[in-house]
T-cell receptor, first 113, second 115 residues
Framework: NAGVTQTPKFQVLKTGQSMTLQCAQDMNHEYMSWYRQDPGMGLRLIHYSVGAGITDQGEVPNGYNVSRSTTEDFPLRLLSAAPSQTSVYFC????????????FGPGTRLLVL | AQSVAQPEDQVNVAEGNPLTVKCTYSVSGNPYLFWYVQYPNRGLQFLLKYITGDNLVKGSYGFEAEFNKSQTSFHLKKPSALVSDSALYFC?????????????FGTGTLLAVQP
């Protein structure tokens, strides 16, 4: 199993540009989530999904959209990038809700100029 | 609302000495508590979790954590530190019985083990 994969590893955007961060898992996990990691702030939940076709907002959803058309994929879209979205983004998945351990991808480092 | 605090930004320890990384939490109901580790330029890796039962939880790489309900703490410990343990450690909490798997993470503690 490849586990949780994320692409790209690094991206530079200009303010106002849009892009999609890709996340895929091959473990047949129901639950997937996106976090951003900023210095001194830990990880903050952006959006999550409890299954295909079902998504919901986390702590910091503004400026981001998600969709879950398949169990495997959970892309994160930035519609109009802002410098405040400069961060490291992690995708995670777990078998189902509740107490299951989350498995994290390697991260995408995003710089918005 | 649930929250987790890691009061130390950095912990320094000499190789071979015991280490403790502190974590306190606030949650209504029964807490589910986790420790994750992040090595440079990598994603987070699961270390251990407390759901119920024995207050002393053993995890990967020789780490253990003790759940203390009265002090609302879940400190991470290891009897003998290795240089390779140097990394960023995150404590996380979620509310037991919740319908979602939303974890709240602490701000992280950088563990530096000197040879």
């Amino acid at each position: 199993n490849a586990g949780v994969t994320q692409t790209p590893k690094f991206q530079v955007l200009k303010t106002g540009q849009s892009m999609t961060l890709q996340c895929a898992q091959d473990m047949n996990h129901e639950y997937m989530s996106w976090y951003r990691q900023d210095p001194g702030m830990g990880l903050r939940l952006i959006h999550y999904s409890v299954g295909a076709g079902i998504t919901d907002q986390g702590e910091v959803p503004n400026g981001y959209n998600v969709s879950r058309s398949t169990t495997e994929d959970f892309p994160l879209r930035l519609l109009s990038a802002a410098p405040s979205q400069t961060s490291v983004y992690f995708c995670a998945s777990s078998l189902k809700r509740g107490v299951e351990t989350q498995y994290f991808g390697p991260g995408t480092r995003l710089l918005v100029l | 609302a649930q929250s987790v605090a890691q009061p130390e930004d950095q912990v320094n320890v000499a190789e071979g000495n015991p280490l403790t990384v502190k974590c306190t939490y606030s949650v209504s109901g029964n807490p589910y508590l986790f420790w994750y580790v992040q090595y440079p330029n990598r994603g987070l890796q699961f270390l251990l979790k407390y759901i119920t039962g024995d207050n002393l939880v053993k995890g990967s790489y020789g780490f253990e954590a003790e759940f203390n309900k009265s002090q609302t703490s879940f400190h991470l410990k290891k009897p003998s530190a290795l240089v390779s343990d140097s990394a960023l450690y995150f404590c996380a909490v979620t509310r037991g019985g919740g319908a979602t798997n939303k974890l709240i993470f602490g701000t992280g503690t950088l563990l530096a083990v000197q040879p």
